[in-house]
T-cell receptor, first 117, second 116 residues
């Protein structure tokens, strides 16, 4: 069975600090997809990234970067030079190839990130 | 134009009532979902439909009944509402690539249901 663990329930940092959100997953499939979503205080779910299991290259998008390591089943998310607008709940999610797409995503419990000015 | 729209955004009702939440997507996607987010922010899938056919029905009380009149709509009807049904309900859609490919989900803005 697939499972996503985000061990950090809440993280609080001061603006401009770097912060890493951890995500560990479990799956029996060799083909799977990993995602990060952001949920700001307004409540909507904002897609950040999708990565398939065959692509272990790290990705950088502005101040955001993702470190995918199959050896440790982790897909961690780093925000560099954090800003108050980064304050949100961040969800890591997994989808297995064998699920046929219609299985949707299995989400972790989320990490509440608080950026203090 | 909103890609996935759900109405209403807020729903306050008494225990025992029946209510519906509507969802429509204009993305031409084949698959639609309902997710429930509880007070601790945990997101859990309830149902998924592919081309109007029910694919997933997680452990959800049968008071919850999804209805898909066409592949652009997936409505959620809830009978005999209970206090524990209070949550945020998200509709989502995704394209169906076939063969198990999993595209990202496009979410609606959520419906906050409060049962008093």
């Amino acid at each position: 069975a697939q499972k996503v663990t985000q061990a950090q329930t809440e993280i609080s940092v001061v603006e401009k600090e770097d912060v890493t959100l951890d995500c560990v997953y479990e799956t029996r499939d060799t083909t799977y997809y990993l995602f990060w979503y952001k949920q700001p205080p307004s409540g909507e779910l904002v897609f950040l990234i999708r990565r398939n299991s065959f692509d272990e290259q790290n990705e950088i998008s502005g101040r955001y970067s993702w470190n995918f390591q199959k050896s440790t089943s982790s897909f961690n998310f780093t925000i560099t030079a954090s800003q108050v607008v980064d304050s949100a709940v961040y969800f890591c999610a997994l989808s297995e190839y064998s699920g046929g797409g219609a299985d949707g995503l299995t989400f972790g419990k989320g990490t509440h990130l608080i950026i203090q000015p | 134009d909103t890609a996935v729209s759900q109405t209403p955004k807020y729903l306050v009702t008494q225990m025992g009532n029946d209510k519906s939440i509507k969802c429509e997507q204009n993305l031409g996607h084949d698959t639609m979902y309902w997710y429930k987010q509880d007070s601790k922010k945990f997101l859990k899938i309830m149902f998924s439909y592919n081309n109007k056919e029910l694919i997933i029905n997680e452990t959800v009380p049968n008071r919850f009944s999804p209805k898909s009149p066409d592949k652009a709509h997936l409505n959620l009807h809830i009978n005999s509402l209970e206090l524990g049904d209070s949550a945020v309900y998200f509709c989502a859609s995704s394209p169906n690539q076939g063969g198990g490919a999993s595209e990202k989900l496009f979410f609606g803005s959520g419906t906050q249901l409060s049962v008093l």
